[in-house]
């Protein structure tokens, strides 16, 4: 088992903040009240996090966690369009479809034909595993989102140029969606090429602390990858395709009021 | 060949054109001439649905402008602009990319009909294997007529189309566009390409109206 923190412990680690609030301030970047606040906001929402989890773990009722994993599909989601600078109201449905298809498929996947735990809807599996996916997608959804209806948007003559030579819709955005796609999966890959040796994952670190055996928490790793790589991969086309006919006009034009 | 019925087009709160007609017969090449913003490229843009019909119809080839007819009358329509984008890395692949899209798999022309559609156009077969940002923007212009010329289209939009050409290449697209059986919808300021028109419309007081050569004033 891991050596618990005592709250002394953790305030040693906030002290430990004081290093890069000093550079902010020395060197005048102007990000020093956002670096308060966010670690505020992370310690908050951690702490609720973990008031919540020990009540879902505890309960370990399928109908709760679901609920659990309801209100983070939704989050996301709104994170997602946010962030991709479209607008929430039109894309809202079509993006949580793809995240929550993608995110739930590839989630159950793991859960129920790799790991298979007793009982299978136990929620110190679900809950983690369905969060872990869905927090690592969310930056390739935001990115293949931003770059597809951006790229459109800057080079509007040569969108029409397609059209123009006889390219339907979905002719027309392939080299759209290619670019847009490649920018979201390619920092993923590089990440994969060098774990282990440039980084330590996240997950595995956590497990060995945890008190696992390095080999078990391996496959666990593996498989974790496996499973954001996939979704992310997924819910990012998912969700472009699923907003093509809410993005352009009945003469495929793209709907400038769909940007936020 | 391209009806114009009470077409009123608006950008935010200008109206452009309001409720006004004009029917082009096939063959025929017609100009708008008229003073900058007051609607020219729209109503060029508008034939191919890139520009919001505000109200009244267009008809082209009498199939209403509408989403079950625009892919039919893209089809149909050449659009050249002052700087054509070809959308591919080479000058061949720009050449057949339409052949790529399924609504012109298998009739890709094979190299004799590129050859000469090339020197039809003053192109040595040579731009060929030429990046396609690397030509010259004359250069792009009549890669971009062959182009539509290679589709089998008919109807060409032309939007100051002669504007960066050197005379040699002009006469050749000239040429081009003004054979019998082309009709062409077009604006310039090129004294040439006018003279070479049978029909001058001149937007005025967002109306379309036809004057007589050496009649309009352009901005």
């Keep these: 088992m891991t050596v618990d923190l005592s709250i002394p412990s953790l305030l040693w680690m906030y002290a430990l903040m004081l290093v890069p609030l000093g550079i902010f301030l020395y060197l005048r970047l102007g990000v020093a009240r956002a670096l308060l606040i966010g670690m505020a906001r992370m310690s908050v929402q951690l702490v609720l996090v973990g008031l919540y989890l020990k009540y879902i773990f505890q309960l370990n009722n399928p109908a709760v966690s679901l609920l659990w994993v309801a209100v983070m599909l939704v989050v996301a989601n709104l994170a997602v369009l946010s962030k991709a600078g479209i607008r929430r109201g039109v894309f809202f449905w079509r993006s949580l479809a793809a995240v929550a298809g993608s995110t739930l498929f590839v989630s159950g996947w793991f859960i129920l034909v790799a790991i298979r735990p007793e009982p299978l809807y136990d929620a110190r599996y679900m809950v983690p595993i369905v969060g872990m996916v869905l927090g690592n997608c969310l930056r390739g959804n935001v990115l293949s989102l931003e770059r597809f209806y951006s790229g459109i948007r800057q080079n509007e003559n040569e969108f029409t140029t397609y059209l123009m030579l006889g390219a339907t819709l979905r002719e027309a955005i392939r080299p759209y969606l290619r670019r847009a796609l490649k920018a979201a999966v390619n920092p993923s890959i590089a990440t994969m090429a060098t774990m282990g040796i440039v980084s330590l994952p996240g997950m595995m670190t956590g497990q060995i602390l945890g008190g696992a055996l390095p080999m078990e928490a391996i496959k666990y790793q593996i498989s974790i990858m496996i499973c954001i790589f996939t979704a992310m991969v997924a819910a990012s086309l998912a969700n472009i395709l699923l907003s093509l006919p809410v993005a352009f006009d009945d003469h495929q034009r793209l709907r400038e009021d769909i940007f936020s | ?219």
């Design chain 2, 1 to 219: 060949m391209i009806n114009f019925e009470n077409i009123t087009l608006r950008v935010q709160q200008q109206t452009l054109l309001d409720g006004t007609s004009l029917h082009l017969a096939p063959g025929d090449k017609l100009v708008v001439r008229g003073p900058s913003g007051c609607g020219k490229s729209s109503l060029l843009k508008c034939v191919i649905g890139m520009f919001p019909i505000a109200g009244g119809s267009v008809h082209v080839d009498g199939m209403e402008l509408s989403a079950n007819h625009i892919p039919q009358i893209r089809g149909r329509i050449a659009y050249i602009g002052q700087e054509p984008v070809l959308g591919a890395e080479s000058v061949r692949e720009a050449l057949l990319l339409p052949f790529t899209f399924k609504a012109h798999h298998g009739n890709q022309p094979d190299e004799k009909e590129i050859f000469q559609t090339l020197e039809r156009l003053h192109l040595p077969s040579s731009i060929l294997s030429k990046p396609s940002k690397r030509i010259s923007g004359g250069e792009k212009q009549r890669v971009a007529i062959a182009r539509a010329l290679l589709l089998g289209k008919n109807i060409f939009l032309a939007d100051e189309t002669t504007s960066a050409l050197d005379p040699g290449s002009k006469a050749a697209v000239m040429a081009e566009l003004f054979r019998p059986e082309t009709t062409l919808l077009s604006v310039s300021h090129d004294p040439d390409w006018i003279d070479a028109c049978n029909r001058i419309v001149e937007i005025r007081h967002a109306d379309l109206q036809e004057t007589g050569k050496g009649d309009g004033h352009d901005g």
